[in-house]
């Protein structure tokens, strides 16, 4: 599906194809960098406007995770290598729409908060194995 989204001040504005789905990422990495578990929905990027409003931190070797400069929101999650991108559920025009499909390092979701409805969960471990990766965290 269609996606579209900005930036909370406006200056970063993006549109591209999604799936209608995003994920919630309790990792360590996420809940300090956002505060929270990180909602993400993966984006195939057509259009970029105000790129260069964006600041980019390289969170580990693979990932890097991408903010406007001016009001701190947070835009994408994406490879490095630039094979995969998700845009923050927040950022984006359309995320009423979108359903949850997946919940990953459930074993690090803070106390009392718990996601509604019939989605996969997966403990650290698990998603470790699923991605076919060893003791190295995706962020
Ligand atoms: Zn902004
Ligand atoms: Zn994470």
């Given at each position: 599906m269609k996606l579209s989204g900005a930036c909370l001040?406006?200056?970063v504005a993006f549109e591209g194809e999604g799936t209608g789905?995003?994920?919630?990422?309790?990792?360590?990495?996420?809940?300090?960098w956002g505060g929270g578990p990180a909602l993400g929905a993966p984006l195939t990027v057509s259009e970029l406007r105000g790129e260069d409003a964006l600041s980019v931190y390289?969170?580990?070797?693979?990932?890097?995770?991408?903010?406007?400069?001016?009001?701190?929101?947070?835009?994408?999650w994406r490879m490095r290598d630039g094979s995969q991108a998700f845009a923050f559920l927040g950022a984006l025009d359309q995320a009423d729409e979108l359903t949850l499909?997946?919940?990953?390092?459930?074993?690090?979701?803070?106390?009392?908060?718990?996601?509604?409805?019939?989605?996969?969960?997966?403990?650290?471990?698990?998603?470790?194995r699923s991605i076919g990766a060893g003791a190295d965290t995706p962020d």
């Open positions: 001040c406006g200056a789905h995003f994920h919630a990422c309790h990792c360590d990495m996420c809940l300090r390289a969170s580990s070797e693979w990932g890097e995770r991408v903010f406007c400069r001016t009001c701190g929101s947070h835009v994408f499909s997946q919940e990953i390092f459930t074993d690090h979701r803070p106390k009392g908060l718990a996601l509604a409805g019939d989605h996969l969960r997966l403990t650290e471990a698990e998603f470790l």
